[in-house]
């Protein structure tokens, strides 16, 4: 059957997203004696037992759809973040409300400015709607270049994707870029920050994105319960914008697109603040033995405002991330990224992280 004559023009060129491996997979595989997985920035630890139990409070409601709107969390996340309860919509993850955003606002043929070794999320969604993306490469330090960013905004130009901090590199732009980055920014070009990370983020200069908000900005800022709150398996994320924004986005929403369980521990993590800064912490401390054990292999990394470093392992680090697989270590390869001698390591716990290092200290001095 010639099933490209069907499609709908932009989908035919798409690559299938690429997940880190799963632990199932490599035990069938490699069967190797255990599988520490530091492959797709997950918290390591479980949730806390408060929210554990209000997921098994909630499991017997489950033969009743959940509620779209998300109305038991929403008042409380509002008052968790200073901001009103319409100015807050949820997703199936951040990735669903980055295709709802692209739904909402993309017409076919109009540009998407995307910083060039991201995560590949923005790009997919730009595609699958017809949109044009227009990359902004990394500077010298991995950063992105907000001055080449605003380069690349032409009056086709409707969103502009800016990670911050950026997936795989870690790094952040402060306060100060951002704000002359804003002087540049066209009234017809919306933007979106994704900070899934940014409760890892103890920078100063790092720009609270919903104080542009309230100062009137076009802006959308993503977050989710998926990385510092320990909920990646129950799939929620939220947008924070303006209540114009976020009824549109409604328009776009399925109905039914966040779980009730989800919305019940994301609720029950709120309330988990001290879990959630201690689980900060120990990621911090395990970032400076992993830095100190890195420097001592002489080897380059990002100093990182997440719980992820990208790692310059000096050498083909796809035949690495192999090898590290037969072992049952899964990380990232950066050639995903384009940049063929990193790879990508989520911190995990303490005996996982030495589990990594005694394995890469192995291969690199062989
Ligand atoms: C930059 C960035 N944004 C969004 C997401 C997706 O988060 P979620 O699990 O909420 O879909 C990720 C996940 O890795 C990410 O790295």
Redesign the pocket.
Same mark, same amino acid.
């Given at each position: 059957m010639d099933i490209d004559r069907y499609l709908r023009k932009g989908i035919k060129g798409l690559k299938p997203y690429i997940p880190g491996k799963s632990e199932e997979e490599i035990r069938e595989t490699y069967h190797p004696p255990e599988v520490v997985k530091l492959a797709? #920035?997950e918290n390591p630890s479980s949730p806390p037992g408060a929210v554990i139990e209000a997921i098994q409070q909630e499991a017997i409601h489950v033969n009743r759809y959940p509620d779209g709107k998300c109305r038991n969390l929403a008042p409380k996340l509002a008052s968790f973040l200073g901001c009103n309860p319409d100015e807050l919509i949820f !997703?199936n !993850? $951040? &990735? &669903?409300l980055?295709l709802m955003v692209c739904q909402a606002f993309l017409n076919e043929g109009e540009t998407c400015v995307i910083v060039s070794n %991201?995560?590949d $999320?923005y790009e997919t969604a730009v595609r699958i709607m017809g949109g044009v993306p227009v990359f902004s490469p990394l500077d010298s330090q991995y950063r992105i270049n907000l001055d080449d960013v605003a380069g690349r905004i032409t009056p086709d130009t409707k969103l502009i994707f800016l990670?911050n901090p #950026? #997936?795989p590199t870690g790094t952040i732009f402060t306060r100060s870029e951002f704000e002359k980055f804003l002087r540049h920014l066209p009234e017809k070009a919306f933007l979106v920050l994704?900070e899934?990370?940014h409760e890892y983020v103890n920078d100063p200069d790092y720009p609270d994105s919903i104080e542009y908000i309230k100062k009137g900005v076009p802006l959308l800022v993503?977050r %989710?319960?998926?990385?510092a709150y320990g909920l $990646?398996g129950l799939?929620? !994320?939220y947008a924070v914008s303006h209540p114009s924004v976020i009824e549109l986005l409604h328009h776009v929403r399925l109905p039914f697109n966040v779980n009730r369980l989800a919305e019940a521990a994301a609720s029950a993590a709120l309330d988990q603040q001290v879990w959630v800064q201690k689980r900060i912490t120990e990621i911090n401390e395990e970032k400076a033995f992993i830095y100190k054990a890195l420097r001592g292999m002489k080897l380059f990394f990002i100093p990182s405002h997440t719980n992820f470093i990208f790692i310059n392992v000096q050498c083909d680090a796809e035949h690495l991330f192999r090898n590290l697989l037969h072992q049952g270590i899964i990380v990232r390869q950066g050639s995903i990224w384009g940049f063929k001698t990193f790879i990508r390591l989520t911190v995990g716990n303490h005996r996982e992280n030495e589990r990594f290092l005694t394995a890469l200290k192995k291969m690199i001095s062989s």
């Open positions: 797709s #920035n !997703g !993850g $951040a &990735e &669903e980055i %991201t995560f $999320a990670p #950026n #997936n994704d899934a990370y993503l %989710t319960f998926s990385k $990646a799939r929620i !994320g």
